[in-house]
């Protein structure tokens, strides 16, 4: 459009078109195509403000993923942590629990691990102040009775939930 108009002005300047109408033509397309390239130009800069405005936003939504990807990877690494602690832990208490395991009578290991399977992980529980803490109910005189009458190497179990009860100093016995 430039290129036209230089060349059109040049033709108007030359003395190369010499009828009035000619003139009149050439001298109307270059105010045309001025005012077209300004309309272009005008058009060209909104798009050139778009461009900019959506590069900041591309830069701050960056920067923001980043921000969270550096939160993602400091929990993961902390989460790591906390699962190799948790394996070291699980490892010593298994240790552990065979060797005590290793001192129980067989039948009763067998029964507390079948309880420890029906009741959710957990197949005994303390008795603390007449109540059993596996199922939080309180046992009644009948059953206190003849946990108190009972042998204290004898196996004891709480009547509502069966886990097996230990016996302790707040039993309440």
């Given at each position: 459009?430039?290129?036209?108009?230089?060349?059109?002005?040049?033709?108007?300047?030359?003395?190369?078109?010499?009828?009035?109408?000619?003139?009149?033509?050439?001298?109307?397309?270059?105010?045309?195509?001025?005012?077209?390239?300004?309309?272009?130009?005008?058009?060209?800069?909104?798009?050139?403000e778009r461009i900019e405005s959506v590069?900041?936003?591309?830069?701050?939504?960056?920067?923001?993923?980043?921000?969270?990807?550096?939160?993602?990877?400091?929990?993961?690494?902390?989460?790591?942590?906390?699962?190799?602690?948790?394996?070291?832990?699980?490892?010593?208490?298994?240790?552990?629990?065979?060797?005590?395991?290793?001192?129980?009578?067989a039948d009763l290991l067998k029964l507390?691990?079948?309880?420890?399977?029906?009741?959710?992980?957990?197949?005994?529980?303390?008795?603390?102040?007449?109540?059993?803490?596996?199922?939080?109910?309180?046992?009644?005189?009948?059953?206190?009775?003849?946990?108190?009458?009972?042998?204290?190497?004898?196996?004891?179990?709480?009547?509502?939930?069966?886990?097996?009860?230990?016996?302790?100093?707040?039993?309440?016995?």
């Amino acid at each position: 459009m430039r290129q036209r108009a230089v060349r059109d002005q040049h033709r108007l300047d030359s003395g190369a078109a010499t009828s009035p109408k000619d003139l009149e033509n050439l001298q109307r397309e270059i105010v045309s195509l001025a005012k077209r390239q300004g309309d272009l130009e005008d058009v060209v800069l909104e798009v050139m403000e778009r461009i900019e405005s959506v590069q900041e936003r591309i830069a701050e939504l960056t920067e923001r993923v980043s921000s969270v990807q550096s939160k993602i990877d400091d929990a993961t690494a902390r989460r790591g942590a906390a699962l190799s602690e948790i394996d070291g832990e699980v490892a010593t208490v298994t240790k552990e629990r065979a060797v005590i395991a290793a001192t129980i009578p067989a039948d009763l290991l067998k029964l507390y691990d079948k309880l420890r399977e029906q009741q959710g992980g957990i197949g005994a529980a303390k008795l603390y102040q007449r109540s059993c803490q596996g199922c939080r109910q309180e046992l009644s005189i009948t059953d206190i009775n003849e946990i108190r009458a009972a042998a204290p190497d004898t196996v004891v179990r709480c009547e509502n939930c069966r886990r097996i009860l230990v016996r302790t100093s707040e039993s309440g016995l």
